[in-house]
């Protein structure tokens, strides 16, 4: 099963946009690569997400402090079966194409949020 060594969110400074970055380490007695990496580009709703700046203000006012979710919303899955080409990401977000250079061939999406996007008009 592969490990994954690190795993970098980057919500999207263009709306509504989060990409998820990961880098997945081979196993050498499998001839596996390395290392691989992986993005993942996903829809989300911007009342889901803290912001570092929020976070840390909180941190400011009670640094010993345990934080908490105030709800469980429980494990969410999806599918992603289509794919990004990242020369031509910018009308998803301007951040894809580099944060994900590292994974040319491995940007995935789900079709539903391709499909939200594509309806968005054009800027």
């Not at 970055?21 to 989300?44: I, N, P």
């Not at 010993?64 to 990242?86: A, C, F, H, Q």
Request: proline share 7%; aromatic share 8%; charged share 25%.
């Amino acid at each position: 099963m592969p490990f994954f060594n690190e795993v970098t969110p980057k919500p999207g400074i263009d709306g509504e946009v989060q990409v998820l970055k990961a880098l997945v380490l081979g196993e050498e007695e499998r001839g596996q690569s390395q290392y691989q990496v992986m993005c993942f580009v996903t829809k989300f709703q911007k009342g889901d997400f803290i912001t570092a700046d929020a976070m840390v203000k909180l941190r400011q006012k009670n640094p010993s402090t345990i934080r908490t979710p105030e709800e469980d919303r429980g494990k969410e899955n999806y599918t992603m079966t289509g794919w990004v080409l990242l020369d031509r990401a910018v009308p998803i977000s301007r951040h894809v194409a580099p944060f994900c250079m590292e994974a040319p061939e491995a940007t995935y999406v789900r079709d539903v949020d391709l499909k939200a996007w594509a309806e968005l008009p054009a800027t």
